[in-house]
């Protein structure tokens, strides 16, 4: 260990401490009465791309001076305020000397004709609400992609899955000149698109259409990216093809194939695979009611609600926990014509997946007086075929007018089968083991559908916009459980518990809204806005338990744990909002909406109708000044109400896991969320310095969070209950340098949260203080075809404490440590390797050695002019560490899980990349 660490820190000396011997100094006055300009930013610039290299201010008198230059062509660019720029082209050699004596700058009302004017475009320029990033002012390898780019701007990270944080937030959306591609993947973009195909990158909190539309915030945000292509580029066709054999039988088999004619997109992939590599959406899904919270060993916060009987809880996506094989594809088209009158886009999408997966789950769960300790282990089959399509079309019916329709829909077919063991223990006692086997058919459809309709009306800002949306899914599944638990009582079997039954379940939601928006300019820095809408949202639930006959079939209904239930919601929302702008700096939205909501329950398995009738409040407000276009400070504020879901409300007991039964909570009120956010973001263009940083504070009011009851047994019941005291603060802290001394990219930062979360354990109130704190640090730099250099690092601390046993403090350490090198031989050859190094620090509860240094490595060799084709040889794992693992802590329960994934393997791959873009290429 010591020595590879002492291989890394002589990787990072030796590139930060290359000879740099040519010398620049000079002095800069004034034209008209030779007057010593101060402070005049002297920059030189890459003759070949006109990107930043270095500069400096001149002093008091004038003078500065510039040391450490690599041998090269360069730009010599003198800037002062008011005055025209001064450009020269300088050639420097490793030996070079240059004084400058007099650099005479001119004011521009004096312009004089042998004066060179150039304008820089800037590497970022704020738009509004928009961080524009000038790709060509960061420079990426040949055949780079979009995610080599993006991991160069300041404030977005990309890790190792692909998944893109920006200023402290999970990008959700990355869109192509404003459209989607390929739907909610946008892996199949930052990977797949090429770099020097892009013009700008855009990042934004993209607003709902009727938010943009009206310029007034509806609360709607994801935070998005926009790959903005060169014009030149739009025409002509791209792609990639890829085939891999290891061994192990490890195989990895690509296409892609996209064709730009003007505004006309097509594209179609393939990928057949089991190293992992399956290019599905990465967006978490959606958890409903929180009851407990989680920390886990990466420092992420999850919360839990309760959830319904279905006999599986697999997610349908390969989350890195098993061993994956996959089949899938997809269709892109996209076109724009009429002057841009019409808009189509629609995109198909085809998924075979199968996972097996094995898991052992250690936890302990303290009580006042008595520790309970579980330990399980589960192997489990599993396999989806998913279909996806959706599509927009956008017609611009005149310039006043417009109308918008969204359709997306899908159908999954999925089995899944589970074999798990366990056995608990009290105060080191055994009380009870047993087994269980599931087995879940289940086909599930959605069909969601948007359309919205926009007018401007005679007066300027006057607009009328109407949207109806609908959302429609089913559940239909069919599945067995045979379990066998067995209960002891001082060592010996006290009692056993057998459950061998078919469960069948068919769901079914409808939701349909419409809002109608009006708004009125009461001047030209003052609006306001009124809006009213309708939603209706019906549920319904049939879930059937069966036990067998004396003929053995499974025709005996278990009315414990069936229900037929349905849960209906009505509510009339409307609102006003006052937007004002002051001169471009100064921008403010506040308002409200008002809801009246009727919820109708029906429990038509026990004749049983309820109804309740509620108010919900949603107020609003956001405030955004800009001091410079690079820097500015934002204020956030929402209230919202949330409902609880059929799940939680239907009054059934569920026992897919008999030793922890959940029971439904008719009378859930629903919960009202207060969320604050303040951000403020630096950028300075000339040194590169940037600083993102937030601070988020969040309470509610009636949280849906849980009531759990253990008994000597072992059981534990479960219900959903409303709660007050949760709230949650949140910070983050991104900066970013550029050394130039160095050549240097630096950055780091500071991201955590601070929680507090109510529950009810065995009738007592449970209040769970938790915190995080993460601390970052990256560093990247590069030498055009010689070498690139990534590293990050980062440490992060969690801690919790429960007052059910506040005696018993969890808290823990962890560490990750990612270097990344390539280096660009003679031959056209390439070297790359990558570390990811996780030190995890144990527990008095969890023993073991669960570090793991998990290194990659592979040689590259490319053929042709353009290095288009490529045959490589990889190696996965090369020291075979590679392990699943998760520790999290949830309320008064610390859980750690073991699980299966992908280890050690070798790959040899010929990657054919080809394109012909820009003059010459295909004509439409």
């Not at 739009?234 to 891999?244: E, N, P, T, V």
């Not at 892609?256 to 003007?262: D, P, T, V």
Request: aromatic share 10%.
């Amino acid at each position: 260990m010591k020595k590879i660490l002492f291989t890394v820190l002589c990787i990072i000396v030796s590139l930060c401490c290359a000879a740099q011997q040519a010398t620049l100094n000079g002095n800069v006055s004034d034209t008209l009465n030779g007057v010593k300009l101060s402070n005049t930013v002297v920059a030189l610039l890459h003759a070949k791309d006109s990107l930043l290299y270095k500069f400096a201010r001149a002093d008091d008198k004038g003078h500065f001076d510039i040391k450490n230059i690599p041998a090269g062509n360069y730009v010599l660019l003198v800037t002062y305020p008011t005055y025209a720029d001064y450009v020269e082209s300088l050639t420097l050699t490793d030996t070079s000397h240059i004084h400058l004596n007099k650099i005479i700058l001119i004011q521009k009302s004096r312009l004089l004709k042998e004066v060179v004017i150039q304008q820089k475009v800037a590497a970022i320029k704020m738009k509004g609400d928009t961080t524009e990033f000038n790709a060509e002012s960061f420079k990426t390898a040949a055949n780079a992609s979009v995610e080599d780019l993006l991991k160069k701007l300041p404030g977005i990270q990309v890790n190792s899955k692909g998944q893109i944080t920006a200023q402290g937030e999970t990008v959700k959306k990355v869109l192509v000149d404003g459209e989607e591609f390929f739907g909610d993947d946008p892996t199949l973009v930052t990977k797949n698109l090429r770099a020097d195909m892009v013009d700008k990158v855009q990042l934004y909190d993209k607003k709902s259409d009727q938010a943009t539309f009206t310029g007034v915030d509806d609360g709607e945000k994801s935070k998005t990216i926009n790959i903005q292509l060169k014009e030149d580029k739009k025409r002509g066709y791209f792609g990639k093809l890829a085939a891999g054999a290891g061994d192990h039988g490890f195989h990895n088999t690509e296409g892609l194939f996209n064709l730009f004619r003007g505004k006309k997109k097509i594209a179609a992939y393939g990928i057949a695979s089991n190293t992992g590599k399956i290019g599905l959406n990465w967006e978490d899904q959606e958890k409903f009611g929180a009851s407990s919270i989680s920390v886990d060993d990466q420092g992420n916060m999850e919360f839990f609600g309760a959830r319904g009987d279905d006999l599986d809880n697999w997610s349908g996506r390969y989350e890195d926990n098993g061993y994956p094989l996959v089949q899938t594809g997809g269709l892109h088209y996209g076109d724009k014509w009429d002057q841009d009158r019409k808009n189509l886009n629609v995109n198909y999408k085809f998924m075979k997946l199968y996972v097996d997966a094995d898991k052992t789950i250690s936890s302990q769960n303290i009580l006042k007086d008595t520790i309970y300790s579980s330990n399980s282990a589960e192997q489990s089959k599993n396999s989806i075929m998913r279909n996806r399509i959706n599509g927009l079309y956008e017609l611009q019916v005149d310039s006043t007018s417009s109308i918008k329709l969204l359709v997306d829909g899908g159908l999954d077919h999925k089995i899944t089968s589970m074999r798990n063991t366990s056995e608990m223990q009290k105060n080191d006692m055994l009380i009870n083991n047993g087994h269980r086997i599931t087995n879940n058919t289940s086909d599930i459809g959605k069909l969601n559908a948007n359309l919205l309709w926009r007018k401007k009306l005679k007066k300027k800002g006057r607009t009328i916009s109407l949207n109806i949306a609908e959302n429609y899914s089913r559940t239909n599944g069919e599945g067995t459980l045979d379990a066998l638990t067995a209960f002891y009582q001082k060592g010996q079997v006290d009692s056993t518990q057998r459950i061998d039954q078919l469960k069948t379940v068919n769901n079914e939601q409808l939701n349909i809204n419409t809002n109608i928006t009006y708004t009125e300019p009461l001047s030209k820095k003052s609006s306001l806005v009124f809006n009213y809408g309708i939603n209706i949202s019906n549920s319904h639930s049939n879930r059937n338990s069966f036990n067998k006959n004396n003929g053995g079939k499974y025709s005996l209904l278990d009315s414990l744990y069936s229900n037929d239930y349905a849960f209906n919601v009505l509510t009339h929302r409307g609102g006003i909002s006052y937007a004002y702008t002051l001169n471009n700096k100064l921008r403010l939205n506040l308002g409200g909406n008002v809801g009246f909501t009727d919820f109708n329950q029906k429990d038509m398995f026990r004749n049983h109708q309820q109804e309740r009738s509620f108010v919900n409040w949603y107020p609003n407000a956001s405030a955004r000044y800009s001091f410079t276009q690079q820097r500015r400070l934002n204020f956030f504020y929402q209230g919202y109400t949330q409902q609880p879901d059929i799940n939680q409300l239907q009054p059934i007991r569920t026992n897919d896991d008999p030793l922890n039964i959940t029971i439904g909570n008719p009378n859930l009120q629903p919960s009202f969320n207060n969320s604050f956010r303040l951000a403020y973001s630096d950028y300075k263009v000339m040194s590169g310095r940037s600083i993102w940083a937030s601070v988020g504070y969040n309470f509610v009011s009636d949280a849906i969070s849980s009531r759990s009851d253990l008994d000597t047994s072992g059981k534990r019941t479960s219900q959903a209950v409303n709660v007050n005291g949760n709230r949650n603060i949140h910070y983050n802290l991104d900066m970013g340098w550029k050394i130039s001394a160095w050549d240097l990219r630096i950055g780091g930062g500071v991201d955590g949260d601070f929680s507090r979360n109510v529950n009810y354990v065995n009738s007592l109130l449970n209040i769970t203080n938790s915190s995080r704190t993460a601390i970052s640090f990256n560093m990247q730099k590069e030498a055009e075809k010689k070498y690139q250099f990534y590293f990050t690092a980062s440490a992060n601390y969690n801690v919790g404490v429960s007052s059910v046993q506040s005696t018993f403090r969890t808290d823990y350490w962890s560490y990750y440590i990612e270097p990344n090198l390539n280096v660009y031989l003679p031959w056209k050859l390439q070297l790359h390797g990558d570390m990811n190094y996780a030190i995890r620090q144990r527990t008095a509860v969890f023993t073991g050695n669960n570090n793991a240094m998990i290194v990659n490595a592979f040689l590259a060799k490319k053929f042709g002019k353009k290095e288009l084709m490529q045959v490589n040889f990889s190696m996965n794992d090369i020291l075979n560490q590679n392990i699943g693992f998760d520790r999290s802590v949830q309320t008064n329960t610390v859980t750690q899980t073991r699980y299966g994934t992908i280890g050690r393997y070798a790959l040899l791959s010929f990657i054919w990349n080809f394109n012909k873009l820009g003059p010459g290429a295909p004509k439409q």
